[in-house]
């Protein structure tokens, strides 16, 4: 919530003070603090990386590709690590392999705000400490998760919010063959 406050100040603040930009190929990410009530804006055009911090300490690398953002890279220090869904109007579709390798403290990583097309080999490796791994699958197929989507996942509980119970277990297959067996999957109705 402080997450969303904190772009819906940085844009005001943005949106008062620069010039529009015409070009639909480039998008403005916000780098806000909650803490410093401060706000920068940076340019991004279609395959640039750039990071976004938000107000807890965490940093994402994003890309943006074909009107959506790819995050390659996040790096905290917190227990709890959370994805923004969206940023500036353009939705998080996907996460590189091995984008959370440096949230090594995580315990949980929340990305129910994230509606992820595809999982990548990988996907939570270096996370060491990681427990628990909420994702929303509601665009999620079992063909778009890499067969070595869970490899390196140490944790013990994935919870899937899913539109159904039957994709549910369609994506359970395809993950429990890449997880270790003692990973439990948990359904929720989206």
Not at 97 to 104: G, I, M, T, Y
Not at 129 to 157: D, E, M, P, R, Y
């Amino acid at each position: 919530m402080k997450r969303l406050i904190a772009a819906a100040l940085a844009a005001v603040i943005v949106a008062t003070s620069a010039p529009a930009v015409s070009n639909a190929a480039t998008a403005t990410v916000l780098n806000a603090s909650i803490s410093t009530q401060e706000a920068e804006a940076t340019s991004i055009a279609k395959g640039e990386t750039t990071t976004v911090t938000d107000e807890n300490g965490t940093t994402e690398s994003v890309t943006l590709t074909d009107g959506s953002l790819t995050v390659s890279a996040v790096k905290s220090t917190s227990k709890k690590v959370s994805i923004a869904g969206t940023v500036n109007g353009y939705a998080v579709t996907k996460i590189k392999s091995s984008a959370f390798k440096n949230c090594k403290k995580a315990t949980t990583i929340d990305l129910t705000d994230c509606a992820l097309t595809s999982l990548s080999k990988n996907q939570f490796k270096g996370a060491k400490n990681l427990k628990t791994v909420k994702i929303n699958a509601t665009k999620l197929t079992a063909k778009s998760i890499n067969k070595k989507a869970l490899k390196g996942f140490k944790g013990k509980k994935i919870v899937l919010t899913c539109t159904s119970k039957k994709q549910f277990l369609k994506l359970i297959a395809k993950l429990h063959k890449s997880a270790g067996n003692n990973v439990k999957y948990v359904f929720k109705k989206a």
